[in-house]
């Protein structure tokens, strides 16, 4: 539904992204992950036009240049509302709706969809950042697109926005639409995304579905005794292996929470902790982010 080929950028001689490719089905969140200057933004902004480089995005098949009212078929957030500062939320956001051939009287809705009816009258200049990125959102979602690239949307939000987001970010994707969006909140990605792709010095190095992340690590218990050793003999005698994860826990891998918890019992072994655990988003980030550092 949204796709991207060979997207190339260059500052100043740097190339900062280099030859970027991705794909996000209808129906999907996908994230995209990376430290600070990894590409992540100049990658959405190339995808969208904003910025010019090489590479080819289609959207539903074509280029967004040649959809004749882009902003009803992609919703994008950038960070900042764009705007002059001077101009209210309720004018700016009219101008926006005009602009997308939206009524007007859609701007109401979309405003206290996320909870900022009481900020209609205020300038643009005085937004503070996470309403600011409130009406951001308000704007990327009153064209009712199907396909959305956000950057850092979640970025000065409260709980409750959080919340609002994730579940209006799910609701678009399960409805058939394509979310693309960046973030370092590995929990929130965790939470919400299907894909996520990992960038590091302007490549992609490495994507995967969330599901396939938690079947290639598989299910693993988490414990914690006063006796790591005994406990750790015990493991490898029936097939298992035991690592320590952070001086007090360890990670057992090769047999289930029952399994730990019955063996611990029969060698009078106390454990104090004992968690079955999925793999998630961030151990998967993190593994590749320390491949990326020690080949680097
Ligand atoms: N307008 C610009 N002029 C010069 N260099 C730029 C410009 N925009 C981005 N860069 C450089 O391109 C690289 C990638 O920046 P980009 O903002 O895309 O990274 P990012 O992954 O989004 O980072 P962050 O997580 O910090 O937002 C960085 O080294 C940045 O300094």
Redesign the pocket.
């Known amino acids: 539904m949204l796709s991207a080929s060979g997207l190339a950028?260059s500052?100043?001689g740097?190339r900062?992204?280099d030859g970027v490719s991705l794909a996000v089905p209808a129906g999907s969140v996908t994230g995209l992950l990376?430290?600070?200057?990894?590409?992540?933004?100049?990658?959405?902004?190339l995808m969208l036009g904003l910025?010019h480089g090489e590479g080819e995005t289609a959207v539903l098949g074509r280029p967004l240049r040649e959809w004749h009212s882009p902003g009803r078929v992609v919703g994008a957030v950038l960070g900042g509302v764009g705007g002059h500062p001077r101009h209210r939320v309720r004018d700016h956001l009219a101008m926006v709706a005009h602009g997308l051939g939206v009524p007007v009287g859609d701007v109401g809705p979309a405003l206290a969809a996320i909870g900022l009816e009481q900020a209609t009258g205020l300038r643009l200049g005085q937004l503070s950042l996470g309403m600011a990125q409130r009406v951001g959102l308000a704007q990327a979602l009153l064209g009712s697109p199907r396909v959305l690239i956000l950057?850092?949307p979640f970025n000065g939000l409260d709980p409750h926005s959080i919340a609002w987001l994730r579940g209006t970010l799910r609701r678009i994707a399960d409805e058939g639409g394509a979310v693309l969006l960046?973030s370092?909140l590995l929990a929130e990605i965790d939470q919400l995304a299907d894909h996520v792709v990992v960038?590091a010095r302007?490549r992609v190095t490495a994507q995967s579905s969330v599901d396939q992340i938690t079947e290639r690590a598989g299910l693993h218990v988490v414990v914690e005794s006063p006796e790591p050793e005994r406990l750790a003999a015990a493991i490898a005698e029936n097939g298992g292996c035991l690592e320590p994860l952070d001086g007090v826990r360890a990670r057992v891998t090769g047999l289930d929470r029952h399994q730990v918890g019955h063996l611990a019992a029969e060698r009078g072994i106390p454990l104090y902790w004992l968690e079955e655990k999925t793999p998630s988003v961030e151990e998967f980030y993190l593994s590749v982010a320390e491949e990326e550092f020690s080949t680097s």
């Open positions: 950028k500052y100043r740097k900062v992204v990376g430290a600070n200057g990894a590409g992540k933004t100049t990658t959405l902004r910025a950057d850092e960046s370092h960038m302007g």
